[in-house]
């Protein structure tokens, strides 16, 4: 599952998203992760090679991006 929120309204909204997370092999030593973890999805505008990028959160840490064509 992924949670948003909406900065407006300051209320979470709960979505379930499949996809890969590209980036994730540069965590392994200290993430393994499993299928239907709950992780956060969450824009990153000063991302200097993608400034639509979508980062992927597990405990405030960045383990990866959401790919572009999703």
Known sequence: MAS????????????ELISFIHGYHAYMEVWTPY????L???RDPDNIKDGSAVCVLKDGEI???IPFNI
């Open 4 to 15: 948003q929120t909406n900065k407006r309204t300051c209320k979470t909204a709960v979505r």
């Open 35 to 38: 299928i239907r973890e709950g």
């Open 40 to 42: 956060l999805i969450k």
């Open 63 to 65: 383990f990866g991006q």
